[in-house]
């Protein structure tokens, strides 16, 4: 079992950071690792980026270039990129004053890393951000720009968009329809929370209108906790009908608990059959208690019953 993320940026990360910096690589550690391991990994990243700026330059147009020079070239895989997160840290907090600085050190760590948090606060304090960033929507580097073919970079703006969507839903819409027809898949995983709680402007963009289908199962009577519930959904009807698969999982209070399966996208004309196994095995994340489990479909944006199944 891989080691908790926090584990993984231990002080051994810490120390390599320290050698890439104009400090006291004693006393820097010192500061940075006290208190270290009771510290989650986010919050970890911000004591070190609070002792970076306690021990650079007190200028922070030269704080910024100090860290700016301490930005490698090399993108490193999985959490090992993490070693970057105080650097974004730093900018995002101790970078605002010294706009030309910052987003020069945030281009070149979204090459390693990403930008995505330190460019934030910028946006909001300097409305020229926005100018900077149409610029480097052309950039050659994949790693900078925000629209082409590359799936690296439409995966990235999607996520961008869907965590627009959590709060500001209709603006969400009105750029993905402003994307359309041309970037569907991009568009797809942008709304993809919406389209998930059945948001009716969101499905249309999508070309995704209210559909008069029916599902139904053969559902075993009752399952056992760690069994796999095997399901077998047969739609009939006519017309493009985005499907998912619904469970509404028994909470240890009696009370139930909505989850939503990715299904499928069907052009309908007559019946198709879904598939989709469902764990009901005990983990950390998720555990199962006994009673009536309710399954059921969503088909564009609409829930519809399918039975229930008891869990014993």
């Known amino acids: 079992m891989a080691a908790p993320l926090k584990e993984q940026y231990g002080p051994q990360v810490v120390a390599r950071l320290a050698d890439t910096l104009p400090v006291d690589r004693r006393d820097f550690l010192a500061e940075c690792l006290d208190g270290f391991e009771d510290l989650g990994l986010m919050d970890r990243a911000r004591q ?70 330190c460019i934030r606060p910028f946006i909001v304090e300097h409305p020229q951000t926005m100018i900077r960033l149409r610029q480097w929507s052309h950039d050659p580097d994949e790693h900078v720009r925000k629209d082409d073919p590359s799936d690296y970079v439409l995966r990235s703006v999607g996520n961008n968009l869907n965590d627009i969507a959590k709060d500001h839903p209709q603006r969400a819409v009105e750029v993905a329809a402003t994307w359309m027809p041309g970037r569907r898949r991009l568009v797809r995983r942008g709304l993809r929370t919406l389209v998930k709680a059945g948001d009716p402007a969101a499905l249309a963009v999508l070309g995704y209108e209210p559909l008069e289908v029916a599902a139904r199962a053969d559902l075993p009577r009752e399952i056992a906790i760690g069994e796999t519930l095997r399901l077998a959904i047969e739609l009939s009807g006519r017309g493009r009908a985005l499907v998912d698969i619904v469970v509404h999982f028994v909470k240890a209070n009696g009370s139930t608990s909505r989850k939503v399966f990715t299904g499928g996208e069907f052009a309908l004309d007559g019946t198709a059959t879904i598939r989709r196994s469902i764990s009901f095995a005990q983990h950390s994340t998720r555990r199962h208690y006994p009673g009536a489990h309710r399954i059921g479909v969503i088909i564009n944006g609409v829930e519809k019953e399918i039975g229930t199944v008891a869990v014993v």
Do not use: C, W
């Open 48 to 117: 070190v980026a609070a002792v970076m700026h306690d021990h650079l330059d007190p200028d922070p147009a030269t704080a910024v270039r100090q860290v700016h020079a301490a930005i490698g070239s090399r993108r490193e895989p999985g959490i090992a990129a993490f070693f970057y997160n105080p650097h974004s840290m730093f900018i995002s907090t101790y970078g605002l004053p010294v706009f030309e600085e910052s987003l020069a050190a945030s281009y070149d760590l979204t090459k390693v890393f990403t930008a995505e948090f």
